[in-house]
């Protein structure tokens, strides 16, 4: 797996076009990296930038776009709404693949030591990549933004982690730090007022509030602000009507009662036990990795609960959306829909689209495409523009290929033409695809009915697994015939010196193992969904059956031609056979026949696929023969 890092530098400056593209030119100009995203917003004026690639390029890239926006945003004339104290606010590292979290905090500590140096601007680093336990807080390194600068960095406590500690007036501060992926969630109210997006926010964030009482209205902010009177013995409760005579009773109370530790949760909201007199008592709030805070978008016409989930993982947008919903609610408000700004991790939308495909009783077994839709539509990511999940979704799964993406009988004119490939391994994968794909139908025909009520666990599983097998299948009609073309270059090479001779069969070699092992997958592919299939005939209706022993034959044959053949065309050295791969090959040949065997009616209805595994092609004659010029094939 190549290693690769997201960046997800945010800049000062959301409204002058022209200006951006410069800053982000300035990242694209490095070999490797790739823009992914440009999302400003002119309220805040502010503008997310997500860039990924190689450690190294993106550690390039994201230099160059500092240094630039340095140039180009003054901060001394900058306004807006989000909270900022920089040209470049942030510029935090996203571990995508291959790479860990601690080698995303090396990367920030060594952009920000260039960045101190080179450009002579104070750096702080937050997050994983913090120097201090309360560094890795992004707000706390924030607190009363850019116009507290020059008081804050003449303290010792705020000296910056590199650069100067002085305040430079143009480009403010850089926060540069190491991360999980932060999905930016934007819930949206059918209200204008900021204060109502606010009151909510503090309910989900796990930062939480001052608590009141006595509200007079419908809003938590209503209320009276319930303080700490040691003075008068009064040590109210944040969760319950509980009121202490002293701290040691209240910390009973927490202990036995709530299940907390009170120092703790004073800890929490930066309070000091042996200081309270006259201080707000605070709770948390509802979500954990959730920061969240209100405000109004004119060009919206809308007030927005402005979230910032740090860990999906823990806290969904579904967890925060569904909760936003019910508060609204109950103060009289509606939850218009939602809006995320920047890219999301294909996961994220899954997890929202199965929560609600459960709840409403239906399969989770269906294709991408429609579990996208399904979260799309039940978020409301189209409230207020447009969501479109080829430019938003990160990972987002994918089969295209120049062959499957072809007309089906432009394909099938492809296959028939007079070349090597598309052969038998693509058509094999194909057939098998269409096998799973007819597999996750009559499981989710069956889910459906309240005749199999009690089979829907299990029949959601084989459709969920089948979808997946689809999808794997339809990757490798293109996948064998790129396998094949690999090895046909190889043969090209030059041979005429000792050394060309040598590399092109190390070359050889190299390849007619990828030309063996992607077939041998598809096989074994094959044989899973054949078992898919005996899972879903012991529960499905007697309707359905004689359409599942086709598909049982269908699906047999795909694995009998892909395995048996692959391992009987790949001989080399005196009949010896491709170790634990043939072994494979041939169980799941003898599986696969065993299985159709015991289903009438499948041979004459399947032998338009008998081409599959037991006509040897041209494609299969010359891998046979480049394999025999091979010291050995290992798979």
């Not at 490797?32 to 550690?59: H, Q, W, Y």
């Not at 008081?151 to 190491?178: H, M, Y």
Request: glycine letters at 8%.
């Amino acid at each position: 797996m190549q290693p690769l890092v997201e960046c997800v530098p945010n800049i000062s400056e959301g409204r002058d076009a022209e200006r951006i593209e410069r800053i982000v030119a300035a990242a694209r100009s490095v070999e490797g990296v790739s823009v992914l995203d440009v999302d400003p917003g002119k309220e805040t004026n502010r503008t997310v930038i997500t860039f990924v690639g190689a450690p190294e390029a993106v550690l390039e890239g994201a230099f160059r776009l500092i240094q630039r926006a340095s140039e180009l945003i003054d901060m001394s004339k900058h306004k807006g709404a989000h909270p900022r104290h920089g040209a470049t606010d942030v510029c935090p590292f996203v571990p995508v693949a291959g790479v860990t979290m601690e080698q995303c905090s090396e990367l920030a500590r060594r952009l920000g030591a260039r960045v101190g140096s080179e450009l002579q601007i104070p750096v702080y680093l937050y997050e994983h990549a913090a120097t201090r336990p309360e560094r890795r807080s992004l707000a706390y390194l924030r607190q009363g933004e850019y116009e507290a600068l020059p008081t804050k960095l003449a303290q010792e406590q705020w000296r910056p982690d590199f650069g100067p500690a002085r305040f430079v007036p143009r480009s403010g501060v850089v926060t540069i730090g190491a991360r999980e992926f932060l999905i930016a969630y934007n819930v949206n109210l059918n209200s204008r007022v900021k204060e109502h997006a606010t009151d909510l926010a503090f309910d989900l964030r796990e930062k939480g509030r001052a608590v009141r009482r006595g509200q007079t209205d419908a809003w938590y902010t209503s209320g009276t602000l319930l303080k700490y009177e040691p003075s008068k013995q009064r040590f109210p409760s944040a969760y319950d009507d509980f009121v202490g005579k002293s701290l040691e009773e209240l910390e009973r109370h927490y202990r036995e009662v709530l299940g907390l530790e009170l120092r703790e949760e004073l800890a929490f909201h930066e309070l000091d036990p042996s200081d309270l007199e006259g201080k707000s008592v605070h709770r948390r709030g509802r979500f954990k990795a959730c920061r969240a805070v209100g405000w109004m978008i004119p060009e919206y016409g809308r007030a927005q609960i402005s979230i910032n989930l740090t860990d999906y993982k823990t806290t969904s947008m579904h967890d925060v959306l569904e909760a936003s919903r019910d508060m609204a609610r109950e103060r009289g408000a509606v939850v218009t829909g939602s809006e995320i700004v920047g890219l999301v991790p294909y996961d994220a939308l899954r997890r929202a689209a199965d929560f609600y495909l459960a709840r409403q009783g239906s399969s989770r077994g269906i294709p991408v495409v429609d579990l996208v839709e399904t979260a799309v539509q039940s978020l409301g990511l189209k409230d207020v523009g447009k969501f479109d999940p080829q430019k938003s979704i990160l990972g987002l799964p994918t089969t295209d290929g120049p062959l499957v993406s072809k007309r089906l009988n432009d394909f099938a004119d492809e296959v028939s033409r007079a070349t090597p490939a598309p052969g038998g391994g693509s058509i094999a994968a194909l057939v098998g695809s269409l096998g799973a794909s007819l597999a996750a139908m009559v499981a989710n025909l069956t889910h459906a009915k309240s005749a199999h009520r009690a089979a829907h666990v299990e029949l959601e599983e084989v459709a969920v697994r089948a979808q997946q097998l689809k999808d794997a299948l339809l990757r490798a009609v293109d996948l064998d015939t790129q396998a094949f073309d690999a090895v046909m270059e190889a043969m090209r090479l030059p041979k005429a010196t000792p050394t060309e001779s040598a590399a092109r069969d190390a070359a050889i070699e190299a390849g007619t193992k990828r030309a063996t092992q992607v077939p041998l997958h598809t096989a074994e592919l094959c044989l899973e969904a054949l078992e898919l299939c005996r899972r879903a005939r012991r529960r499905g209706p007697a309707g359905l059956r004689d359409g599942r022993r086709r598909r049982r034959a269908r699906r047999a044959r795909g694995l009998r031609g892909r395995g048996l053949q692959r391992a009987r065309q790949l001989e080399v050295d005196q009949g010896r056979r491709m170790g634990g791969a043939g072994a494979r090959a041939g169980e799941g040949h003898g599986r696969a026949r065993d299985g159709s065997r015991r289903r009438d009616g499948c041979q004459g209805r399947g032998a338009a696929l008998s081409c599959c595994g037991g006509v040897r092609s041209p494609r299969a004659q010359m891998l046979m023969s480049s394999s025999k010029r091979i010291s050995s094939v290992v798979c």
